[in-house]
């Protein structure tokens, strides 16, 4: 059997952004169709995570040089 192996390091969370109680994890999500991009983004918005959305691969590239993302989809 497999030991799955944790990486995850809690002092991740204590650097997050808290707001109202939530750690707020930024996420970029990289789409090119605009109501895609838009629909994905309120959910993730109104879910507690700080959203931002990309319609092209060099608008994403611009972005993660002006933020630091925590997850890009």
């Given at each position: 059997?497999?030991?799955?192996?944790?990486?995850?390091?809690?002092?991740?969370?204590?650097?997050?952004?808290?707001?109202?109680?939530?750690?707020?994890?930024?996420?970029?999500?990289?789409?090119?169709d605009?109501?895609?991009?838009?629909?994905?983004?309120?959910?993730?918005?109104?879910?507690?995570?700080?959203a931002?959305?990309?319609?092209?691969?060099?608008?994403?590239?611009?972005?993660?040089y002006?933020?630091?993302?925590?997850?890009?989809?």
């Amino acid at each position: 059997m497999l030991k799955r192996k944790q990486n995850f390091n809690i002092s991740v969370l204590l650097k997050r952004k808290i707001i109202g109680g939530k750690a707020m994890f930024k996420i970029l999500v990289v789409e090119d169709d605009r109501e895609m991009n838009k629909t994905v983004c309120t959910f993730l918005n109104n879910s507690g995570y700080e959203a931002t959305g990309c319609l092209s691969a060099n608008e994403a590239y611009d972005a993660m040089y002006e933020t630091v993302f925590d997850l890009i989809v």
